[in-house]
Each structure stands twice: as structure tokens, then as C-alpha cells.
DNA sequence: GCCGCATTGTAGCGCATGCTACAATATGGT
DNA sequence: ACCATATTGTAGCATGCGCTACAATGCGGC
């Protein structure tokens, strides 16, 4: 790297350079994370359905770690957005587009959470960061991770002793 | 899963039950994104000054697919938490906070795009893979990538390119 | 030196996330 | 039925990330 070493110190030469289409990659960071809160909204509402049959604002509170309030409002946006509905001092419910995304989600946490496992992460590091990580994989890289799965579970139990 | 299958279905059962502890991988949603993107900024403006010079905030706007309101407003913040200085009407500058944070940001996102590709990822949906992946990869899990790197590169023949 | 244009800065908006404090409703035990 | 308590909802605040529109400054060509 730093190809440019030259005018890498002066200052007046150059016009942009170093990034027209890095660019790409990084818009749109607020409506981004609006999503991946969605996400982790119905997931945890679809998790509570199933293991407590309801899911109420409070659980919900305490699952996500933040105030009744803040799930109350959140949740006001969700149901905008048509993934969840409401009604006054009732429990919250999915509709089939929530539902949808909940299962994609899970899916896609499920599977972030093993293949950090098989890569040789302690389980209580793979399902911290798999929190953060599941909303950054692609398609892609989601089946590169099955395929590694895969042939690691084939060669028995260590694939890299290679060392 | 799903072992409470019976009160599955029955709303008015149990309580919390699904989730005091899976709150701690939850918590601190709002902080967190600010830290992202305080990594992205001081990235991006250590990309900038390295190949260019010096960081200026038109650049950076441009890099980072905002307007260059929001690099001003950032940047602001960054350097309330003194992680860059600027003057009036001059280009950015990275302090030695920044500087740091900087390339620890710059070695992990590398780190984890050359992963994606050694898993078998193109290399353009490893890169915008990446760009939010990066953020969220703990010292332990980059750490399990390396070794993969290390024992993937001796496997097969391929990519390595040592020299 | 001057002026036009690029760059930088400010004002003000919208929206999302978080919070505390307080009000309203619901619920369960007696 | 009744009241204490839990739950849900509202009001208002703070911060961060975006944006457009407009003002101020700087700079390079002439
Ligand atoms: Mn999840
Ligand atoms: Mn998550
Ligand atoms: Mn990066
Ligand atoms: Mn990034």
C-alpha cells in the first residue's frame, strides 16, 4: 500500500484520489441501523412469542436492554412500517412480513453464531459479536460460511492443524 | 428450542423466562454506532492524509458518501473527543488518539477482508461486507481469522502471494 | 488587485435511539 | 368491589446522523 508515497506529504497536490467508489460502501449508515434495530426487534418479539407465548413491552424491554419507553416508541415505528401490530395495552403480535423477517434473521444469527464457534471462538464471544456482525453479511458470504461448516464438520474435529 | 411448548400458545403464562442475560449482548445500541462511525471518519481521514496529503473535508464527504454538512458536524464531535483538530477553513488533522484508533480501524478492516476472501467471498462483496463486519469483530474472533489465515494459506496453494 | 468559483461554515429541519418523570390503564389478591 | 402493584402510555429532554438552503471565507486565474 501507499503507492503514492511522493506526495504523500504535500499538501496542495491531489485532488480526491483515494476514493470515488469506496464511497459505495458506506452510505446510508442511519436508515442502516434502523434496520438492523428492526431486526433485532422482531426477532426478540418472535422469540418471546414462542417461548412465552405473548410478547409484552416489558419482557421485550428486558430482553434488548433498554427502557419500556424506548420499546414502546420503537415499536410504534415497527408497526408503521408494517412488521408488527398493537393495539392499546395489549401485547404485540407479527404480521406475516414481521414474521418473515424474523425467521430470516434468526436464520442468519444462527448461523453467524456456529460458524464463529467452528472457527474456534468461545461461545459466549460468538454470540456477542454475532450480534453485531449478523447484519453485515450478505448472501454471499452467509453460504461461504455454510460451505466452511460443512467441510470443517467433515474433517473431524480440528480442520486446521496445519500448525 | 421451543421445550415450553405447552404454554406455547397460552398468553397469559409465564413471565420474562427468554431473556436476563441475553441483554448484555444488546445493551448500548446508540454509543456503539457513534464509535462506528468515529472508526470510519478517522479511517477514512488517515486514507486521505496518506494519499493525498491531507484530509479536507470535501474529500471526505466524498469518500464517505455524505455531504460535507455531516463531515463538518462529525468531525466536530471527533474533535470534542479529541480525536482530530481542525481551524477554520483548514483540512483535518489526526491527533495521536486518532491516529491510533486509526489504525487499529485500518488493520481490523483489512484483516477481515482478506478472511471474507480466504473463505471464498468476491472480493467486492468482501469489502462491503467488511465495511460494517469490522465494527463489530472482537480482539478473540480477529484473533480465530488470523489462525484461519495462517492455516488456510498453507492448504492450498493459492492466494498467499508472499513475494 | 479582483472576481468567480470552490470550499467551508451556519441555520434549521427530520428522524431514530436512548433516558427520566409522571399519568393512565389493567390486573390480581383480598 | 377495591386497592396496591405492575404494565403501558405520554411528555419532554438529549444526542447523533442525515439533509437542503444559504452565508462566509479562501484561492486561483486573469
Ligand atoms: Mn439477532
Ligand atoms: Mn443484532
Ligand atoms: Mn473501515
Ligand atoms: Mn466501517
Redesign the pocket.
Known sequence: MVLKSKNASKP?SP?PKSGPETAVY??????Q??QE??QD?VEAIAELIAGCGEA??????KS??????????????LQ??GLVT??????IFLTDSGRTLAGKARARHEKVVTFLEALGVAKSTARADAEGIEHHVSDETLKAMEKFLRSSRKGSGKPTRTY
Do not use: K
Request: glycine share 4%; charged share 25%.
Open positions: 496542495g485532488p458506506q452510505r446510508q449508515t442511519r436508515l441501523h434502523a434495530r428492526a426487534y409484552r413491552a416489558t419482557d421485550l424491554a434488548l436492554g433498554v427502557t419500556h419507553v424506548t420499546v414502546i416508541r420503537t415499536v410504534q415505528r408503521r412500517e398493537t393495539q392499546p395495552y395489549r401485547s
